[in-house]
C-alpha cells in the first residue's frame, strides 16, 4: 500500500515536473532557445557573462569556424583575450547578438544595439536620416544599402568585394560620416554631412536641443557645433539683452528714483505674484484667448484673424510636436509612438508636418495679396513688411524644396514620399531639372537653414518681435484690465 | 519730462507693434490728414525712434542723440493733430495703450519745445484765468443769469451733499449754456442738497494735462479739491467727461490721496434718479441716435449708463450709429486739437454728423458739451436739420412737472 502510495507520488511529481517542458516539445525545433536546454547565466554578473561567452566560444574559438556569406567564406573565430580587450569585452555575445541563441543557429536580426544603448538621441543628433541606418554600419567598418528595405547596414564584404573579417569586434571611432557622405555612395546619402538639426529647428522640426554635439564624426565631417543656431541664438539674445535694458529705463510703480537693479526686484516680485496665485490662471486665460487664439484680432476683422491664424497655429502646432517627439525620444524611446514620430518618412507625420507647412505658406500668401490688391493695405503697407512676411512664407518654400531634394537624395519609394505631398510634388518638378541632387541637397539645406537663421537673429530687431512681446502684453494687459 | 515717465510696460509696448495697420483703419483723424506720419503705428514709430536714440545702444556708447528737426516736427504734428479718442487703443491685437503714449510724447515735445505756440496761450489762459476761454474768472456763473430765477444751490451754499462742477466750456461758451442750466433743473425737481463752486471753480486740468503740461496742474487739482472738501460734499457730479475722467482716475494720482468723495459723471445721476423715481419723465414720441463722448465711453468705461437714461423716456426710439459704443468715431474736438487745427476738428465732426444722419434719427444726443459743441456746429454748415442736444437737455425738456 505505501509502496502503491510513493509510486503514485512520483508519477504524479513527474507529471507536474514535466508540464512546463510540454510547450517546449511542442515547439518547432526551429524556434528552440539554447536556454531551454543550457542554464542561462546571470548575464548581470561578470562570471554570468564568462559562462555565456564560454558557451559560445567552445564553438568560436576554434580556427577553422566559417560560414558561407553571399557567396564568400567568413571566418567566424573569435579571439577569446581580443575580444576582451574591445570597448564590448564586458558584453556576453548573446547581448549583442541577441537572435542567435537559437537553433538553428543564426542571426535574424541586426545587433541590440538599443538593448543598452536606449536612448535614440545619438542617433537624433545624427539626423533622422540615420533612422533606417544600423548602428552598426557606423560603427563598424563598411556600409552597404538593402536595396529591398532600403535599409543601410555593415557590409559583409569590403570595397574590393572580398569577405571582411567581422569577428575583430573593433568599431571604428570616431565615425567616418564620410564615409558616406561623399559623391556618387550608393547608399542613398547626401554627398555632404550634415549637422544634425539644432535646437533653432526645434521651431518646426523634430531636433535636438544641443549646440554642441559631441564627438560624433571625425574629420569635420560630423559637424559638431550647431552652427545654425549658436550665432543666431547669440545675436537673438543680445537683441533681447538690447530691449530689455531699453525697456528697464522705464519707470516701475510710478518711480523714476530706482536703479535697474531695484526695478528688476520689483518687476520679480509682482511677477512672482501673478505666478503663484489664482492670477495665473488669469493671465494664462488672456494668454490663450488673445495670445493664441487671437480673440481681438477676431472682433476687428475675420479676415485679418483667419489669415494671422494660418501663419499662427500651424507653426505652433509644429513646434509642438517637434518638442514633444524630442521629449518622448528622451524619455521613452522604445515606444511605439516615439518610433513613429522621429521617422519623418511615416505616413502620419508626414502628412502632418506637410500640411502644416502648407497652411503657413497660404497665410503668407493671403497676407501678400491682402497688401497688393487690397487698396487700403497696399497705402499702409511698407516694403520691409512685405519683404518680412515674404521671407517668413519664403522659408517654409525653401523647406519643401530641401524636403523635394531628400526624397530624390534618399530614394524614398513614391508610395512612401506621397504622404509628404508638398515635397514630393516639389519632387517631381525638381527631377525635371538635370541636376545631380545629392550633391546639390547640401546647399539646399544650408540655405533653408541659414534663413530660418536669420530670421531668429533678425527677429527681435524687426516687427516679428510681437511674436514674443505681444501675447506677454496682450495677457499682462487683459489681467490688468480685469483687475481694474 | 515725457521719454523719463514712460513705464517699463509702455516700452515694451513699442516693442510690440506688429505693424499690422488696424490702428490706421480706424483711426478718426487719420483720413482728415494727408500725411502718414499722423498714423498711429507711425507714431508709435517715431516714439520708439526717440527712445532708441536716448536709451538705445548707441546712446549707451557715445551719449543721446536726436531725431533730425524734420523728423521731431512731424512726430510733433502727428501727436497734437491726434483728438485722443483711444480708438486705436481700443482696436489694437496687442492691446497697445496707445493714448497713454501719446500723452507721453505730447509731454516729450513740450520738454524739446517742440510744439504748437498755441498751447503757450492756453497754458497762459488757464494758470492765470483759471479757464480756457481767458474770460474773467468772476464771470464763472454767467450762464445762470438768465434762469427764471437763480435757485440757492447756483448761488452758492456753505455745504452741500452734492457739488455740481460745473466745467469751462458750459460756464463760457453760450452755444452750451443750456447745459448747466439743464442740469440745476433735474437737480431742482429731484430735491437734491447741491451746490456749485461758482468763482472758486477752476479749471480741472485736464486741457493741460493732454497738452503735456501738465506741471501747473498741481496747483488746480489742489484748489479744486480743496474747495469741494470745504463744502462737506458726498459727491461730485461733472457733465463733462473730461472733467470727470479727470476727477475720477487723475486727481487722486496727482494728489497722491484719496479724494475722500465719490465723483459722478451726469449720466450716472440721472441713472440713479429716475430708479429712485426722483424725476419722471414725460412722452417724447422721438427717433434719436447717441453719440459716445471718448472721455466717457473709451476712455472711462460708460456706455449703457446714458443709453439705459435715454431708453427710459417713454416714446424715444434710441437707434445705433454704425459705429457706436467702443467703435464710436469722435466728433473731433477732442484732444485739444480745436486749439489749433480746426480744419481737422470740422472734418471729423461732418464726418460723425453724416453717420448720425444715416440713421434717420431726428435729434443726436451726447453727453459731453464739447462733442455738442462740435456737432452742433458741423450740422450748422452741413445744413442737417438734426437737433444736437446734451442728454441732461433732452431729460429736463421731458422732465414732468
Redesign the interface.
Known amino acids: 500500500m505505501r509502496k502503491r502510495l510513493l509510486s503514485s507520488c512520483i508519477v504524479i511529481l513527474a507529471v507536474l515536473l514535466l508540464i512546463p517542458a510540454v510547450p517546449a516539445f511542442a515547439q518547432e525545433p526551429e524556434e528552440q532557445q539554447c536556454w531551454a536546454c543550457h542554464r542561462q547565466p546571470n548575464l548581470d554578473t561578470v562570471a554570468g557573462v564568462q559562462a555565456a561567452n564560454a558557451l559560445c566560444l567552445d564553438c568560436h574559438e576554434d580556427p577553422d569556424i566559417s560560414k558561407e556569406l553571399v557567396g564568400h567564406v567568413v571566418r567566424l573565430q573569435v579571439e577569446e583575450e581580443a575580444y576582451a580587450a574591445t570597448r564590448h569585452g564586458h558584453v556576453a555575445c548573446v547581448q549583442c547578438h541577441a537572435t542567435v541563441g537559437h537553433s538553428p543557429h543564426e542571426e535574424v536580426a541586426p545587433l541590440a544595439c538599443e538593448d543598452c544603448h536606449s536612448n535614440l538621441s545619438q542617433h537624433i543628433a545624427t539626423g533622422d536620416a540615420h533612422l533606417t541606418v544600423e548602428c552598426s554600419a557606423c560603427h563598424f567598418e563598411t556600409v552597404v544599402r538593402d536595396a529591398e528595405s532600403g535599409v543601410v547596414q555593415m557590409s559583409a564584404l569590403d570595397d574590393q568585394g572580398s569577405a571582411l573579417d567581422r569577428t575583430s569586434h573593433q568599431m571604428t571611432d570616431p565615425v567616418d560620416c564620410g564615409r558616406c557622405h561623399y559623391q556618387g555612395n550608393q547608399v542613398g546619402a547626401a554627398d555632404v554631412a550634415l549637422p544634425p538639426k539644432g535646437l533653432l529647428c526645434f521651431a518646426c522640426h523634430d531636433a535636438s536641443p544641443v549646440l554642441y554635439a559631441g564627438n560624433i564624426g571625425s574629420g569635420g565631417s560630423g559637424v559638431r557645433t550647431d552652427w545654425v543656431s549658436a550665432p543666431a541664438l547669440l545675436v537673438f539674445c543680445l537683441g533681447l539683452v ?2 530689455s ?8 510703480h ?1 518711480r ?1 528714483d530706482l536703479s535697474t537693479g531695484e ?1 528688476l526686484s520689483y ?1 520679480a516680485a509682482d511677477a512672482c505674484g501673478i505666478l503663484f496665485s489664482r492670477k495665473i490662471f488669469t493671465l494664462l486665460k488672456y494668454l490663450v484667448l ?1 495670445g493664441i487664439l ?1 480673440r ?2 477676431l472682433r ?2 475675420v479676415s ?1 484673424w483667419f489669415m494671422h491664424g494660418l501663419i499662427l497655429w500651424p507653426f505652433l502646432a509644429r513646434c509642438f510636436l517637434g518638442v514633444f517627439t524630442w521629449c518622448l525620444a528622451q524619455f521613452c524611446p522604445t515606444a511605439s509612438l516615439t518610433q513613429a514620430l522621429v521617422d519623418k518618412n511615416a505616413a502620419p507625420v508626414a502628412f502632418w508636418y506637410d500640411f502644416l507647412a502648407v497652411l503657413v505658406v497660404v497665410g503668407a500668401l493671403l497676407a501678400l495679396v491682402r497688401r497688393a490688391f487690397d487698396k ?2 497696399r497705402e ?3 516694403a520691409g ?1 512685405v519683404a518680412i512676411t515674404a521671407l517668413l512664407g519664403g522659408i517654409f518654400v525653401f523647406g519643401f524644396v530641401v524636403e523635394g531634394a531628400r526624397l530624390i537624395v534618399t530614394a524614398v519609394p513614391p508610395d512612401q514620399a506621397i504622404y509628404s505631398f508638398g515635397g514630393y510634388a516639389v519632387s517631381l518638378l525638381l527631377r525635371l531639372l538635370p541636376v545631380t541632387w545629392a550633391s546639390i541637397y547640401g546647399y539646399l539645406w544650408w540655405v533653408h537653414a541659414a534663413l530660418v537663421a536669420a530670421f531668429v537673429a533678425y527677429l527681435p530687431f524687426s ?1 516679428f ?2 511674436i514674443l ?2 501675447p ?3 495677457a ?3 489681467l490688468l484690465r480685469e483687475k481694474e | 519730462m515725457g521719454l523719463e515717465q514712460l513705464t517699463v510696460r509702455q516700452l515694451i509696448e513699442l516693442d510690440a507693434c506688429t505693424r499690422c495697420g488696424l490702428c490706421i483703419e480706424w483711426c478718426s483723424n487719420c483720413p482728415e490728414i494727408d500725411d502718414p506720419s499722423a498714423w498711429p503705428r507711425e507714431k508709435i514709430s517715431g516714439l520708439k525712434s526717440l527712445v532708441r536714440k536716448q536709451f538705445g545702444l548707441r546712446a549707451r556708447l557715445r551719449g543721446p542723440s536726436d531725431p533730425s528737426e524734420g523728423a521731431l516736427e512731424r512726430l510733433s504734428r502727428a501727436v497734437y493733430d491726434c483728438t485722443l479718442c483711444a480708438r486705436c487703443a481700443e482696436v489694437c491685437p496687442v492691446g497697445i495703450d496707445t493714448r497713454s503714449l501719446w500723452l507721453a510724447t505730447r509731454e516729450e515735445m513740450v520738454h524739446r519745445g517742440h510744439y504748437p505756440e498755441e498751447f503757450n496761450t492756453l497754458r497762459e489762459t488757464v494758470t492765470t484765468k483759471y479757464n480756457i476761454s481767458g474770460d474773467d474768472p468772476e464771470e464763472r456763473l454767467i450762464w445762470s443769469e438768465n434762469l427764471e430765477e437763480v435757485p440757492q444751490g447756483v448761488k452758492g451754499k456753505e455745504t452741500a451733499e452734492f457739488v455740481y462742477f460745473v466745467g469751462c466750456t458750459p460756464s463760457f461758451y453760450p452755444q452750451t449754456y443750456g447745459i448747466p442750466q439743464a442740469t440745476v433743473a433735474v437737480m431742482e425737481k429731484a430735491g437734491l442738497d447741491y451746490t456749485v463752486l461758482g468763482r472758486e471753480e477752476r479749471c480741472c486740468g485736464y486741457p493741460l494735462i493732454i497738452a503735456g503740461m501738465a506741471d501747473p496742474v498741481k496747483e488746480l487739482v489742489a484748489h479744486n479739491v480743496e474747495a469741494v472738501r470745504a463744502k462737506g460734499a458726498r459727491t461730485l457730479v461733472a457733465g463733462c467727461p473730461s472733467c470727470y475722467h479727470t476727477w475720477l482716475y487723475e486727481y487722486p494720482r496727482i494728489l497722491g490721496e484719496p479724494l475722500g468723495f465719490e465723483v459722478q459723471h451726469m449720466t450716472q445721476l440721472l441713472e440713479e434718479l429716475l430708479v429712485q423715481g426722483r424725476i419722471n419723465l414725460g412722452e417724447f414720441p422721438l427717433s434719436i441716435t447717441y453719440h459716445d463722448p471718448c472721455d466717457l465711453g473709451r476712455n472711462s468705461g460708460i456706455y449703457e449708463t446714458p443709453r439705459n437714461v435715454l431708453r427710459s423716456i417713454p416714446g424715444v426710439s434710441l437707434v445705433e450709429m454704425e459705429e457706436n459704443r467702443q467703435y464710436a468715431l469722435c466728433c473731433g474736438g477732442g484732444g485739444d486739437v480745436a486749439m489749433w487745427n480746426q480744419e481737422v476738428v470740422e472734418a471729423v465732426a461732418r464726418r460723425r454728423l453724416h453717420q448720425a444722419e444715416a440713421t434717420g434719427a431726428k435729434a443726436l444726443v451726447s453727453a459731453c458739451q464739447q462733442c455738442k459743441r462740435t456737432l452742433m456746429t458741423a450740422a450748422r454748415q452741413e445744413k442737417v436739420r438734426m437737433q444736437v442736444l446734451d442728454i441732461v437737455e433732452l431729460v429736463a425738456r421731458v422732465m414732468e412737472e
Request: zero cysteines.
Open positions: 538690447l530691449a535694458s531699453v525697456w528697464l529705463r522705464g519707470t516701475v510710478g523714476t526695478k518687476i488673445d487671437l481681438r484680432t476687428e476683422s485679418r487700403q493695405m499702409i503697407s511698407t513688411d516687427k518681435f510681437h512681446v505681444g506677454m502684453l496682450v499682462i494687459g487683459g
